[in-house]
């Protein structure tokens, strides 16, 4: 039979074990081979008619065959050399999944007389395989008041090989923030932890991109990767500030009512309701004012709610507060608007340190 390959770079072996039935008073040899997975079809295993002694002439007059415990009919025997030989490749994840040890139970049997040769075959694992993560994304949401040195617990790689071969390290692209702490669960499987190294800052940096790798104890090894996306939840932490700590303006004694005075702005570089902001008088704001200027709390607006009296008052003070929604809110007051009849007369700086000074 033409056509057949003996790959040298293995070693082949035969190991004779003598097993002790219990149900009968002779000894039956266990003829031991071991080969890699993944050989190709038609690799020679062995020279199966030598070992077991048979010669080779006979194999066809007494009806050699091999009865294989297994699905597949993975190995068979030339009648022409007694070779053991490969039919199928064999892939040693699917015939013994997470096994450290993997066999294939073989029996090859002649008639005239009969005789049974019981044949183990070891496949041995080889490094086919890289270790790969269940999802390529993991996502983590992590506030930015969490303290230095918590934990989180990451999705660990898997490899369908064993031994050596399976997940040995994780490894963790550079980060100011964040370092991985390797774990052994007690299957002997290794996961990682991912470890805040220091402090968040939504407001420096909302996201961290991290791309953790797996890597086997293969040679060469293999590896695999997933991103780790960490998202900054906000805290409020930052309280609202005004474009300016204070505004003088003009208003004609005849504005019509609904007029628009001034446009208040603050922002607040916190996200969501920490960020949005209600905006309302303090509690110096004197009652004239408000009943003479409307403010609107959510766009900062101040227009001519009442009638304007030159000789009732000549400038209008007041304090306006920006507060945002966070619980707990936070606040600034630190904003004052010199409202005058006409055009500008005066001006001089408030001192914020004595602010009711100017209230009339």
């Known amino acids: 039979m033409k056509g057949f390959v003996c790959f040298g770079h293995w070693r082949r072996y035969v190991l004779i074990f003598i097993l002790l039935a219990s ?3 002779c000894t039956a040899a266990v ?3 071991s080969v890699p997975e993944e050989l190709e079809e038609s690799s020679v295993v062995a020279n199966l008619a030598g070992d077991l002694g048979i010669d080779v002439k006979t194999l066809v007059e007494r009806k050699m065959r091999l ?4 699905n597949r009919k993975y190995l068979d025997v030339n009648k022409e050399t007694g070779e053991l030989y ?12 997470a096994k450290t040890s993997c066999y294939l139970k073989m029996e ?3 008639e005239n007389p009969k005789r049974i040769f019981y044949i183990e075959l070891e496949i041995m694992d080889i490094n086919d395989n890289a270790p790969h993560f269940r ?8 506030s930015e008041g969490t303290e230095a040195g918590e934990r989180f617990s990451v999705s660990n790689a898997v490899d369908p090989d ?5 997940v040995k390290a994780y490894h963790l692209s550079e980060s100011d923030y964040f ?11 290794k996961f990682a932890d991912l470890i805040l190294t220091k402090k968040l800052n939504r407001e420096e940096r909302a996201a961290h991109n991290l791309i953790l790798t797996a890597v086997d104890g293969g040679i060469p090894p293999s590896s695999g990767t997933a991103t780790v996306f960490v998202h900054v939840l906000d805290t409020n932490d930052n309280a609202p500030k005004f474009e300016e700590d204070s505004y003088q303006v003009s208003v004609l004694e005849n504005s019509p009512v609904g007029s628009i005075v001034i446009h208040l702005n603050a922002t607040d570089l916190d996200e969501g309701l920490n960020s949005e902001i209600v905006y309302s008088y303090s509690l110096y704001t004197s009652e004239k004012t408000q009943e003479t200027f409307n403010l609107n709390p959510t766009t900062g607006e101040i227009t001519v709610k009442g009638v304007l009296n030159y000789e009732d008052f000549r400038i209008y003070d007041m304090e306006v507060i920006a507060a945002d929604k966070g619980q707990p809110e936070v606040i600034v007051y630190n904003l004052f608007v010199d409202i005058h009849r006409g055009e500008l007369s005066w001006n001089r700086d408030i001192d914020f340190a004595h602010p009711e000074a100017f209230y009339l």
């Open 23 to 25: 149900n009968i008073k």
């Open 31 to 33: 003829t031991h081979y």
């Open 67 to 70: 009865e294989i415990i297994a």
């Open 86 to 97: 490969i039919v199928e490749r064999i892939d040693r994840e699917s015939l013994c999944p």
């Open 108 to 110: 090859a049997i002649i």
């Open 135 to 142: 999802r390529d994304t993991i996502d983590l949401d992590i």
């Open 162 to 166: 064993v031994g050596s071969n399976s």
């Open 179 to 189: 370092t991985i702490e390797i774990q052994t669960g007690r299957d002997g499987s």
